[in-house]
């Protein structure tokens, strides 16, 4: 079954260090992996896809599928990046339709 | 509408009562999700609606939940008998087709607190 694994609950940083949030995934399919962000008081919205290989305000992430691995990284955080983010899968259900999955998200606190 | 709009954004109700909740999608969105948001858990799939075919319910919990897409656009989740675990952010989104990588669109919410 598919599942994506966010192992920080909290990740702490002071502004202009670098941070990566860490993303692990099983799926037995090809993926297609997502970052979603959360600002507060805001709705939750993508962020960016990995078929896109963009880079949205500062942040990357790079699909390592040797590692099963989709970590958001950023060179120097900013405190307006404080907020809280959800990896994503997509998935094939049993109806063959797709749908995506969330980790259960990573609150990231940018102290100044 | 210019997004996604839910109602009642926040919601108090009795254990054992029935509530509902309303998703309006974002116009032309063929494809509307419902997820539960809970403290820690992450986002939880409840059901899934694509145009007029039947809806994936493989996500819902128990069957005092279901939900209807009536006309292809506004949404109803109802709880029947509401339980205090049943409290939580209901989020519903929306995508243009049948293809999540073209990105959801999320609403606010609707915060449900069961007391």
């Known amino acids: 079954a598919q599942r994506v694994t966010q192992p920080e609950k909290l990740l702490s940083v002071f502004k202009g260090a670098p941070v990566e949030l860490k993303c692990n995934y099983s799926?037995?399919?090809?993926?297609?992996l997502f970052w979603y962000v959360q600002y507060s008081r805001q709705r939750l919205q993508l962020l960016l896809r990995?078929?896109s290989r963009e880079s949205i305000k500062g942040f990357t992430a790079d699909l390592n599928k040797g590692e099963t691995s989709f970590h958001l990284k950023k060179p120097f955080a900013q405190e307006e990046d404080s907020a809280m983010y959800y990896c994503?899968?997509?998935?094939?259900?049993?109806?063959?339709?797709?749908?995506?999955?969330f980790g259960s998200g990573t609150r990231l606190q940018v102290q100044p | 509408g210019a997004g996604v709009s839910q109602s009642p954004s926040n919601k108090v109700t009795e254990k054992g009562k029935d509530v509902e909740l309303r998703c309006d999608p974002i116009?032309?969105?063929?494809?509307l999700y419902w997820y539960r948001q809970s403290l820690g858990q992450g986002l939880e799939f409840l059901i899934y609606?694509?145009?007029?075919?039947?809806?994936?319910k493989s996500g819902l919990p128990s069957d005092r939940f279901s939900a209807e897409r009536t006309g292809g656009s506004v949404s109803t989740l109802t709880i029947q008998r509401t339980q205090q675990e049943d409290s939580a952010v209901y989020l519903c989104?929306?995508?243009?087709?049948?293809?999540?990588?073209?990105?959801?669109?999320f609403g606010s919410g609707t915060r449900l607190t069961v007391v």
């Open positions: 990995h078929i």
């Open positions: 799926y037995s399919g090809s993926p297609e």
């Open positions: 994503a899968l997509t998935y094939l259900m049993d109806t063959g339709r797709r749908a995506l999955t």
């Open positions: 116009s032309g969105h063929t494809a």
């Open positions: 989104a929306s995508s243009l087709a049948d293809r999540p990588n073209y990105g959801y669109t």
């Open positions: 609606f694509q145009g007029n075919s039947a809806p994936d």
